[in-house]
């Protein structure tokens, strides 16, 4: 459970707070070549135009020892904070609680938390986090800002595929869909001694007049182990009033991870 939960965190239907109807985002493929600045811009085009958002998700976990389904509430304040509910057959299973500045989780079975910084989930996931690459993982935005990159342009496949290399020989990979430069995938890599790895694929998008967000998303993380999760989004809310409650159990042993 321990593992699933940190994954799930990073990782980590939508309807609006006046339950507007979903509606899938019709894509095509990318025909003609484009200049990397125009495929961004293209992207950062897409509204997002919310201060909350209350998701509801079924989530599979796999790795080389344990497979599992839970379902997920996930409640944002953009910018500020996300708390995650893990639930199995209707019971909160955990809870993980994000901000800015730290990362915290409690789960029951062992009942053990956990409270730090963004290094834990790095480590697992392959690519440096922080509280915006999180969000943005959920919402459907390239993990980095892509104005502040430098990215050759492409053709793969029929998608517009922007490229970049940084220091310590690590890749970053960033594909879009013709129509509205709508994000399919993105993809992390570092070779060296401990290579590691980190692929995004977002299989479709919906449409609501606040924000254009993905319906599905499927994660695959390889650092000596390879970890899969699959989540498809069931609901969301927009701009509901949220709370955040999170409190450590009493009697829960603190955990340290390498």
């Known amino acids: 459970m321990k593992k699933s939960i940190i994954v799930v965190i990073a990782l980590t239907a939508l309807l609006s707070s006046c339950k507007s109807k979903q509606a899938v985002v019709t894509e095509q493929a990318a025909s003609e070549d484009k200049a990397a600045l125009e495929i961004i811009e293209g992207h950062y085009k897409a509204p997002r135009n919310f201060e909350t958002l209350l998701i509801k998700a079924d989530a599979a976990y796999k790795d080389s020892k344990i497979s599992q389904k839970v379902s997920a509430e996930i409640r944002i304040k953009k910018d500020e904070s996300i708390l995650v509910i893990i639930r199995w057959l209707g019971i909160t299973m955990a809870k993980a609680y994000i901000t800015p500045t730290e990362v915290s989780y409690y789960e029951k079975l062992n009942s053990t938390y956990f409270k730090g910084d963004y290094v834990v989930l790095s480590r697992w996931l392959g690519t440096e986090l922080n509280y915006a690459?999180?969000?943005?993982?959920?919402?459907?935005?390239?993990?980095?800002?892509?104005?502040k990159g430098t990215y050759k342009a492409s053709l793969q496949d029929g998608l517009y595929k922007l490229i970049g290399k940084e220091k310590g020989g690590i890749v970053k990979?960033?594909?879009?869909?013709?129509?509205?430069?709508?994000?399919?995938?993105?993809?992390?890599?570092?070779?060296?001694?401990?290579p590691r790895s980190l692929d995004i694929q977002y299989p479709a998008h919906s449409n609501y007049p606040q924000a254009v967000l993905p319906a599905a998303i499927k994660i695959e993380a390889e650092q000596k182990d390879k970890v899969s999760i699959d989540i498809q989004y069931t609901s969301v809310k927009f701009d509901e009033k949220l709370t955040f409650p999170y409190d450590v159990p009493e009697g829960y042993d603190q955990i340290f991870i390498d």
């Open 133 to 147: 690459k999180v969000q943005n993982m959920l919402t459907g935005e390239a993990l980095d800002d892509l104005n």
């Open 173 to 194: 990979e960033f594909l879009f869909e013709g129509a509205n430069y709508l994000l399919k995938k993105q993809h992390v890599e570092q070779a060296g001694q401990s």
